[in-house]
């Protein structure tokens, strides 16, 4: 696996455990994201053991309507983990936007 996004209930406690367990299941080099739209991607990576292979991926409703993905980058998140993230959104025919992670991201 290349690249995970993780798709919970909007509760950081949940998310933080399954983040965690991901993180223990897959390659090192993975990249780990969270389609989070009001959790902070830092306060989610506060816990990982590699932050810098994490970030945001929010899709927008209705998924397969709405081309646009907002990946949220972290204070630690890697610019291989966004260039990685990114080139995943476009290859499934999305309109990706880099945003930093703060209240709201972009929309």
Excluded: Q
Aim: hydrophobic fraction near 45%; aromatic fraction near 4%; charged fraction near 25%.
């Amino acid at each position: 696996v290349d690249l995970v996004v993780e798709a919970v209930v909007e509760n950081p406690k949940v998310k933080d455990a399954v983040l965690r367990e991901t993180e223990d299941n897959v390659r090192e080099d993975a990249i780990l994201t969270s389609n989070t739209s009001t959790i902070s991607i830092d306060l989610l990576a506060k816990n990982l053991k590699r932050p810098e292979n994490f970030c945001g991926m929010h899709f927008f409703n209705p998924v397969h309507m709405m081309p646009l993905v907002e990946v949220i980058r972290g204070e630690k998140t890697s610019d291989k983990a966004i260039a990685t993230t990114v080139a995943y959104a476009k290859a499934m025919g999305k309109t990706p936007i880099v945003v930093n992670d703060c209240p709201g991201f972009l929309v």
